[in-house]
């Protein structure tokens, strides 16, 4: 096994009970027959408590659903281990589960509302800020492909924590388009005019081919989104900065604009994050 493949190796999948469709699940057993060498899979079972109390009917899990939730993963022959968590601290739980499993990623659901908007708990938007790894979110309408990689970086600044920020995403970025043979973009957005961006430098540090990267001036949420829709991207990777506290659990920054917007599955890692090697 390659480093890249092993960089994918130990997945953790966010399992909600009060769901009929585990997409988080399903993505990842696609990902087991393409990744070389496959994938072992830790099944974090848990309602978070601000969503049980929104639902009005009551529902049970039992050895049936169980076993129909792992039938696929011996289909296959993938490694899993499971836990069942009832927390009141969801977001720590899962923190808890990544440290003592090693894990390398961790794959959830999002599950859209009948207006087509994201249904992201403000624990779910909390822990994007704080995984010590990277977070897939997988759409319900997305591909199970995985043939165009767009990464989303800030090239203009010398900010410390931005830098690190670029460079974790396009890591990532680069370990997916390795590992699933897929073309790799990459999209800069600036909003000052007066800021365009060295191309030449940006080309050679992001290591993308000329046809393939997206420079445009605006707003970067808009941007980012319009590009991933024109090239058809299967995966978008982006980046937050690294927050603790009340502070991680802050709504409308620029990276939840954007997984508002794409109706696609969407990478995000943090500043802080251990980021795949290539």
């Avoid at 050895?63 to 039938?71: E, I, R």
């Avoid at 599950?111 to 938007?125: F, L, V």
């Amino acid at each position: 096994m390659t480093e890249t493949t092993k960089a994918l190796h130990k997945v953790l999948v966010v399992i909600d009970p009060a769901e009929e469709v585990q997409y988080a699940l399903r993505r990842v057993e696609l990902m087991n027959d393409i990744v070389e060498g496959g994938v072992d899979i830790h099944l974090f079972i848990s309602v978070e408590m601000d969503k049980l109390g929104r639902h009005e009917h009551e529902f049970h899990c039992d050895n049936d659903w169980f076993a129909n939730l792992v039938k696929p993963l011996h289909k296959h022959g993938i490694n899993y281990t499971a836990e069942v968590y009832w927390t009141e601290d969801w977001q720590k739980s899962v923190l808890g589960a990544v440290e003592r499993h090693g894990i390398d990623a961790i794959v959830m659901s999002d599950y859209t509302t009948e207006e087509h908007q994201n249904d992201m708990s403000a624990a779910r938007w909390a822990l994007l800020r704080v995984a010590p790894c990277p977070v897939m979110i997988v759409h319900p309408t997305s591909q199970l492909r995985r043939k165009t990689i767009l990464g989303a970086v800030n090239m203009q600044t010398d900010n410390p924590k931005y830098v690190e920020l670029n460079e974790n995403i396009l890591k990532v970025s680069k370990v997916m388009a390795q590992a699933y043979g897929a073309e790799k973009h990459t999209v800069n957005a600036f909003e000052d005019t007066m800021d365009y961006p060295d191309r030449g430098a940006m080309l050679r540090e992001t290591d993308t081919k000329q046809e393939n990267m997206h420079i445009q001036v605006g707003d970067p949420a808009t941007i980012i989104s319009t590009v991933a829709d024109d090239i058809d991207a299967d995966i978008v990777v982006i980046g937050t900065l690294s927050r603790k506290g009340l502070r991680a659990a802050m709504r409308g920054n620029t990276s939840e604009k954007i997984i508002k917007r794409l109706n696609r599955d969407v990478m995000v890692i943090n500043c802080a994050a251990e980021a795949p090697q290539t």
